[in-house]
């Protein structure tokens, strides 16, 4: 469930060292071997599914693409708003877009501009600025990726679960933090190269993840405390060429799944199972069409969507 303005609070960040224990990984092959096919995953089943792939530029501009998972795959591209100066964004949390009263929207995410994570917006709404910038925290230099997840039992209840995430370049640590509390952080993530949140739910958030080995995982969050997350192997190969990985909810507990190679700036996509280890279905559905080499990608959507709940 997207929600206007939700945000997990985040105020300067002290990062520290903690020990290291990379992901395993094996060795990539080619992206095309990437393609797993299944009966289980049909074409009629994720054929109504679809994805907002947001970008910025490398030019600081807003970027695009409304991916079908017709077959083959269709897309359509364009750019918007200028929002940044040229080639400081190094991340990018989901974007939302709500509609307002009378007329027109807002677009709003979290980005990481050089050291600083920001909270910004975009909108055509009469009366509001068409675009802001307030600052969340420092310390993010390093930051390879950022994320907030929220969950809510039914639109307008006060049971509320939401965190924010944020993955360290190096060290390789995975922090969360929850409403106004200390950031907790967990080692181990140094081999993962991007990672993209498949599931919001009272019990726990989830997250997909590749590693330059070319392995496929995914990362469950226990929203219990301390935070222990638990790995799981998806696949050994294959996956270590995808500089980015952006997916949306296809069903009732699947996952649709763009991965994107920025050196040849080719984007794929993938029908994903309900996460269950090495037995996942991940079928390929084809490249998406058009040029994808960003330098930061994220998710599109739109406020009171459901919850992602692919594992």
Not at 287 to 302: F, H, M
């Amino acid at each position: 469930m997207r929600l206007h303005q939700v945000t997990a609070a985040a105020s300067a960040v002290l990062l520290g060292s903690l020990a290291l224990a990379p992901v395993g990984a094996a060795n990539a092959n080619s992206v095309a071997s990437t393609v797993t096919t299944a009966s289980t995953v049909t074409a009629a089943s994720v054929a109504a599914c679809k994805m907002g792939v947001g970008s910025i530029t490398s030019g600081g501009d807003i970027g695009y693409s409304g991916v079908m998972a017709s077959s083959p795959p269709t897309a359509n591209q364009g750019t918007g708003p200028h929002l940044f100066v040229p080639g400081i964004a190094k991340a990018s949390s989901t974007w939302t877009t709500t509609l307002e009263v009378p007329a027109g929207s807002t677009t709003y995410g979290s980005v990481v501009l050089n050291e600083t994570l920001y909270s910004a917006y975009y909108s055509d709404a009469s009366g509001v600025p068409p675009t802001g910038l307030s600052k969340i925290g420092s310390g993010w230099t390093y930051f390879t990726a950022t994320e907030v997840s929220f969950w809510q039992k039914v639109p307008g209840s006060t049971v509320i679960r939401s965190a924010r995430y944020g993955l360290k370049g190096g060290s390789g640590d995975l922090y969360r933090w929850v409403g106004g509390g200390k950031g907790q952080a967990a080692p181990g993530f140094a081999a993962v190269k991007s990672i993209a949140l498949i599931s919001e739910t009272a019990a726990y958030d989830t997250f997909l993840a590749n590693t330059n080995g070319g392995a496929l995982y995914t990362i469950r969050i226990p929203r219990t405390s301390p935070m222990k997350p638990i790995v799981t192997k998806v696949r050994t190969s294959t996956w270590g060429a995808f500089d980015a990985l952006v997916a949306e909810k296809c069903g009732t507990q699947g996952t649709l799944l763009t991965a994107i190679d920025r050196d040849t700036g080719a984007a794929y996509l993938y029908a994903v199972g309900h996460a269950k280890g090495a037995s996942t279905v991940i079928k390929g559905l084809g490249k998406v069409p058009g040029t994808y080499k960003d330098p930061v990608y994220y998710l599109s959507t739109a406020e009171g969507d459901p919850p992602l709940f692919g594992e």
